[in-house]
């Protein structure tokens, strides 16, 4: 049957949702003191321009004392050696980020940090 053609209709679909953007970050409660050679993952929450919950955006994290505790790119935070370390996540156009501080409690016994 060459060059037949199907009749058939259209429905255009509606427009999928929209989430709106996070104007705000924040560090939940949690992690504030880390066991040396341990690790805690820190929770974000984001809000939109009206205040309500919405999904974060991709964050990079940071450390403000690798030598006390490092983070990972989900927010994992590993206790290095005792002490005190600021925790940043930041949005990828800098424009909103969070901290949190977090200390690194020393334990009494040897231990090697997780990598």
Sequence with gaps: MA???LAGSCTE??????TPAAVRIQILPGCESV???RQCTLTIAAFDKNRQPTLPPALTWTS???STAIVNS???VTGVS????LIRATNS???IS????VSILPVNSPCTPPS
């Design 3 to 5: 060059g037949a053609v």
């Design 13 to 18: 679909l509606p427009p999928a949702p929209v």
């Design 35 to 37: 066991p040396q050679c």
């Design 64 to 66: 403000s004392n690798a």
């Design 74 to 76: 989900s927010g994992t």
């Design 82 to 85: 005792p002490g005190v370390a």
């Design 93 to 95: 156009e800098g424009t």
């Design 98 to 101: 969070a901290e949190r501080s």
